[in-house]
């Protein structure tokens, strides 16, 4: 009982941490088998331990400093550099997870060597200055103060800010029911840490790292909404290729042209003109919603879908009508059933990724910027897929052919931005086309 006087705060956390340590452990492995893959973010896997970790040596430090006499110098002073390096390493890793989320893996060598840099100066700097650690007496508890402390804590509210700034930075790429109260969240664990520094005796640091992880938790990384969303890919995409089959396609074309369409819409956040539009829910439901673009075709007659030359003009208009038979389909029967955005964007990709550029299209004969934008990147994806692999009426074609087919539609059949977007990655392309 004389333990817990001094760290109770410290056990309730490492509790609650441990707790949803092993939920999230036993959900993800039910989603591994569920997906065929090693789910969870790999930084926040180690956030995990370090957190755990902080919460460890917080308490035995809340424990020890109080206790003076019975320990040696040495080892209190071990304990309290255990404590400050977990608190900087979980909080170098709570920017880094948040920058992955974001922005993605680092891009160059220099912003790797940066960080790796500066996480190993604060660390040295606060294990050098170690002898200068002193431990006062408050009106409630002891507490260590002097300038290991000072290194820490301001290390831990600099790089705090750093994370806040980032996400309003760029919040376009969180989920948007979610962005308001992970941020707010992050707003009050920043209060917390702050109170730390201003109050010492309040020992709060521990409720600030326990709030950052069941955010994190709760909002991005929980597995079963993770099963969640798989199931409902698993649906769209079971349905899509039900309908795609009966042109004896495989199914594969489902498969690239959705890839096509991620990799258009990763590439267009580096165009200024899209930026803003290319946020984290867009991208999601553009990808969910490519496979829903032929649709329509369960519309159309087994004659026509499976003809092996080439269509009557008759036939041809009775084919066009399956783009708007999708977006009928999509508003009435898939309506009640996903939501609003999802379902805007579902039925734009299935009524006019027949669109041209130039208003040459169907069934609206929409120009230029008319056309909606996930219709626009849909068009490029479904004709490249097209014409680099074989179909009952043709054969594939070389993938210079389709670049140079794509290149050619550029301003007639195709957003010039678009184009340049999806050719801007070759490899990537090449890759999606091999399988």
């Not at 809340?62 to 900087?88: K, Q």
């Not at 329509?296 to 030359?309: M, N, Q, R, T």
């Amino acid at each position: 009982m004389f333990v817990l006087g001094w760290c109770k705060v410290q056990i309730a956390c490492l509790a609650i941490l441990i707790y949803i340590h092993m939920m999230y452990v036993n959900d993800g492995r039910h989603l591994n088998k569920l997906t065929g893959k090693k789910g969870g973010n790999p930084v926040f896997n180690r956030l995990f331990v370090v957190a755990e970790l902080a919460m460890i040596f917080d308490g035995m430090t809340a424990w020890s400093v109080n206790c003076l006499e019975l320990l040696p110098d040495w080892v209190n002073m071990g304990l309290h550099l255990g404590m400050f390096l977990s608190y900087e390493a979980f909080m170098f890793l709570v920017f880094l997870y948040w920058y992955h989320v974001t922005v993605g893996e680092f891009r160059t060598k220099a912003q790797k060597v940066t960080v790796g840099l500066t996480t190993a100066g604060i660390m040295i700097a606060t294990t050098v200055t170690m002898p200068k650690l002193e431990f006062l007496e408050g009106e409630r508890t002891n507490y260590s103060m002097g300038l290991p402390v000072y290194i820490c804590f301001s290390s831990i509210i600099l790089i705090f800010l750093m994370t806040i700034i980032l996400l309003f930075m760029k919040q376009r790429y969180l989920p948007k029911q979610k962005k308001n109260g992970l941020i707010a969240t992050l707003c009050f664990v920043f209060v917390v840490f702050l109170l730390e520094v201003l109050e010492p005796e309040a020992l709060v640091s521990s409720i600030g790292v326990v709030m950052v992880v069941l955010s994190i938790y709760l909002n991005m990384e929980n597995p079963t909404i993770h099963a969640l969303e798989h199931y409902h890919s698993e649906m769209v995409m079971g349905f899509a290729n039900l309908v795609e089959n009966r042109d004896d396609s495989t199914g594969g074309h489902i498969r690239r042209s959705s890839a096509y369409v991620k990799l258009i819409a990763h590439n267009l956040r580096k165009n200024p003109k899209y930026r803003r539009r290319m946020s984290k829910d867009y991208v999601s439901n553009l990808v969910q919603a490519a496979p829903m673009h032929d649709i329509g075709k369960i519309g159309i007659p087994d004659g026509i879908l499976k003809k092996p030359g080439r269509l009557t003009e008759e036939e041809y208009a009775q084919m066009q009508k399956h783009s708007a038979i999708g977006g009928e389909i999509i508003q009435e029967s898939f309506g009640k059933l996903f939501n609003e955005e999802y379902r805007n964007v579902a039925y734009s990709v299935a009524r006019y990724h027949h669109e041209k550029w130039n208003g040459k299209g169907y069934p609206e004969g929409l120009q230029g910027t008319d056309i909606p934008l996930s219709a626009r990147i849909m068009a490029v994806a479904d004709v490249f897929d097209a014409v680099s692999e074989k179909r009952c009426y043709k054969e594939a074609f070389p993938l210079e052919e389709c670049y140079r087919i794509i290149e050619e539609g550029s301003g007639k059949d195709f957003d010039p931005d678009i184009v340049e977007a999806f050719l801007m990655d070759k490899e990537e392309i090449e890759k999606i086309h091999k399988g």
